[in-house]
């Protein structure tokens, strides 16, 4: 008879390739072993290295690994799309972070995908009227990762947030599938709206590192926002936006420009 673990192994190839990385991994950094160990091989399924390892970061003298582990697996087994969805967000990192191919970092190391990770069970506890529980993981993803994300914020699959640190996202923000975005990324209100105030970012944009997009704005499907820029008028899909205040500067030179990471500005039209 096979073992559980096996049996999983065939049909998850992401929880298969994880722990091929991890075993290559101890064997290569003995040093590591132990915490690759425990934070990948003693589990039987991706859910619950995941839940663990998210638990272990974000343990604190207020809620301890112990407590907040079962809350995660608690909040994994009753929704089964966070799972899906961590999973096309490991898969969007091993597809475009050109540092790393790795099914295993993101888990291990980056910090983006754990913050992420964190904000789809915070809003899932969110929805389900434990505001008091999301909150605390609110802030202590705020403090761990460096990464603070409204709970009620809405997400896509497929998210790929890169070096992460600083990235801030407001209330009524949603983030569409195959979103990429960089470090210093806000996605806030104005300051003069209340209600729903926060920027709607369509599927597969890109936003660069240190865009503040402001105000219930959309940025339609695969625009592409330049580093640095106040985004402050919807940007139509497709369209790059560039700029403080942000103008449209052209077209973008890519169909998918979340997926390519290609921070290029579209080429200056011809002087007439
Ligand atoms: C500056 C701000 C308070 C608006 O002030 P305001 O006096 O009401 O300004 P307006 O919206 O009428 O815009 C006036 C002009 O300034 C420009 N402008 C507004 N905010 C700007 C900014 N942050 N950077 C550059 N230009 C800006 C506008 O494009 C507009 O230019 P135009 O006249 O050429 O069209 C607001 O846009 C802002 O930046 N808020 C920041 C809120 C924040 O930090 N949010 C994050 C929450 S997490």
Redesign the pocket.
């Known amino acids: 008879m096979s073992h559980p673990t096996e049996k999983l192994a065939v049909v998850d190839p992401i929880w298969s390739a994880m722990r091929e990385e991890a075993l290559q991994m101890a064997a290569d950094e003995p040093a590591m072993a132990a915490m690759i160990h425990n934070s990948v091989l003693v589990h039987d399924s991706l859910e619950t290295a995941l839940t663990a390892r998210l638990a272990e970061k974000l343990s604190s003298g207020d809620l301890s690994a112990l407590q907040l582990h079962p809350l995660f697996d608690e909040a994994l087994a009753a929704d089964a799309g966070i799972a899906g969805s961590l999973r096309a967000d490991i898969a969007a990192v091993s597809d475009r972070d050109p540092a790393s191919r790795s099914v295993l970092k993101p888990l291990l190391f980056l910090k983006g995908f754990q913050a992420l990770a964190t904000h789809r069970i915070a809003h899932w506890l969110w929805l389900h009227g434990r505001q008091a529980l999301a909150l605390h993981l609110q802030s202590r993803s705020s403090e761990i990762f460096g990464v603070d994300i409204h709970p009620a914020a809405r997400f896509g699959r497929g998210v790929f947030i890169d070096h992460a640190t600083g990235v801030?996202v407001?209330e009524t923000a949603v983030v569409e599938d195959d979103v990429s975005m960089l470090q210093g990324v806000?996605l806030?209100?104005?300051?003069?709206e209340t209600g729903d105030r926060h920027p709607k970012i369509r599927r597969g944009v890109l936003i660069s590192a240190g865009a503040?997009v402001?105000g219930n704005i959309e940025i339609g499907a695969h625009a592409k926002i330049g580093a640095g820029s106040?985004v402050?008028e919807a940007v139509p899909p497709g369209c790059t936006a560039a700029g403080?205040?942000a103008r449209l500067v052209g077209k973008c030179g890519s169909d998918n420009p979340a997926r390519e990471m290609d921070h290029s500005l579209p080429p200056a039209p011809p002087e007439t």
């Open positions: 801030v407001g806000t806030g209100g104005t300051g003069k503040k402001l106040v402050l403080v205040p």
